[in-house]
């Protein structure tokens, strides 16, 4: 079965792609960085509600805070990449839908009014828009690593003093260096993970 | 700023590619589908656990139990798609660990012996391998249509009896038929998604 994608392209996001653990001295920019923003930006989310805000922690006292949050290894991998980002969620994501689904300018109001609907559906898309943003690392040649493993709860309060934001991921960025990939782990077969009824 | 990527596939994957709201008759294999599995499932989940699972929903029977939980349109473009899969998480994933993560062989009791850690890492993982597969739905020439318009928890009692999955996302998918999309509608600007701390 052969897909529309290129081979090259499949390699490139997929089947070459790996999980970075460590990374060169090569900077990540600012441009890069948009260039990956202005491609995912067109894939799908619900109302066209667009919720992931990037946070790209720069500064070496911003690093410094956030892995304070950070679990086991994550923070010393952390603190070797030329750029780390933090995924959230933004909470007030309904207060952009007049502007970004003018088809229907009253879902604001009438699905966004409570916040638990705002978080829920804020959380959800937000994340789909991560899986988005993890491939867009690679079509502009980066390795993503992505983590789970930090307090996010202390992430929102030390960078989103607010509690407008939720964040939910943290990806190191930039280009692989010494052993940066560990060996490929098994993935299910589609048959352990598809089931037709 | 040039990705890496080349700009066919750009335009496939994200810049051309958009929801489809009507599909013509022409069926959806289930190769196809593995193709796009068999390309996505090396994308990045938390210790490798893959906790999406992917329902097809092929006999008349079972689609139309599945529409009676659609709210709004939902129901009648399900009707006329080639093909529709229910997107949920495995919450029993944690017992593929040992297999899939072998690195970590502790991950499994350390991290996923309480129902309600694999339910949050679970749904948190399967909606980013959500959005590996919207993209390789493209990258295999299709169209999708994904709904969060959906019952979910008809869906789960509907389809999954036994608790243990939770189904959070509904995807029509075929080639776009006669005004399949709508006009694209704006995109928040890279300044409005990200920030610099």
Redesign the interface.
Known sequence: ??????A???D????E?Q?ANTFTDEPVT???????????????T?F?G?P????????EE?RRRLVTHAMGANGPKTLTAPLTVILSADLDFHE?LP?????MPTVKDAFFSELAAREA?GT??A??????F??GI????LA?G?M?GYDFTGIDKE?FGDGKQKS?LVINIGKPGAEAF?P?????E?TE?????
């Not at 079965?1 to 290129?6: K, V």
């Not at 490139?12 to 089947?15: A, D, G």
């Not at 600012?30 to 799908?44: F, G, S, T, W």
């Not at 994340?127 to 988005?132: E, H, I, K, M, P």
């Open positions: 079965m052969s897909l529309a994608l290129d090259t392209a499949q490139l996001l997929f089947r792609a999980t600012d441009e890069q960085i948009q260039a990956v923003y202005d491609l995912v930006k067109y894939a799908p619900a066209n667009s992931l805000r990037i946070t790209l922690v720069r500064s911003a952009q502007r970004l689904f003018p088809a559906s959800q898309n994340t789909l828009q991560a899986g988005y993890i491939v690679r079509a502009a040649g993503a992505p789970t960078f939910f560990h490929r782990s098994p993935r299910l589609f993970a598809a089931t037709t009824v």
